[in-house]
Nanobody, 124 residues
Framework: QVQLVESGGALVQAGGSLRLSCAASVRNFDDYAMGWFRQTPGKGREFVAGINWYGDKTNYEDSVKGRFTISRDNAKNMVYLQMNALELEDTATHFC?????????????????WGQGTQVAVSS
């Protein structure tokens, strides 16, 4: 069982930055690929970024490429999402997810554990 707790969500002006954190309670954190997803009311979860078990392979949704960076610290059981140049369209609840494989995926159904989410709101 993996417990995930996100933090770092806030209200920020367009163009600003936020760093989301996800703390994982699990013995072998490096057995899991990790992902960040986001969801707005009335829509399904959307893949934002993924990172493999070691942290040397990442993938991003097209609209966040060049603005967001996913990273992980296996010694601390943490995964991060650095969000720069935030846009109004980034407003959403952001979720951290763990997949019991070494590689990430963009499909939410392939992730085994989820956090409760942290709210990001971008204002003009």
């Amino acid at each position: 069982q993996v417990q995930l707790v996100e933090s770092g969500g806030a209200l920020v002006q367009a163009g600003g930055s936020l760093r989301l954190s996800c703390a994982a309670s699990v013995r072998n954190f490096d057995d899991y690929a990790m992902g960040w997803f986001r969801q707005t009311p009335g829509k399904g979860r959307e893949f934002v970024a993924g990172i493999n078990w070691y942290g040397d392979k990442t993938n991003y949704e097209d609209s966040v490429k060049g603005r967001f960076t996913i990273s992980r610290d296996n010694a601390k059981n943490m995964v991060y999402l650095q969000m720069n140049a935030l846009e109004l369209e980034d407003t959403a609840t952001h979720f951290c997810a763990a997949r019991g494989q070494w590689t990430y995926d963009t499909d939410e159904v392939l992730y085994d554990f989820w956090g409760q989410g942290t709210q990001v709101a971008v204002s003009s």
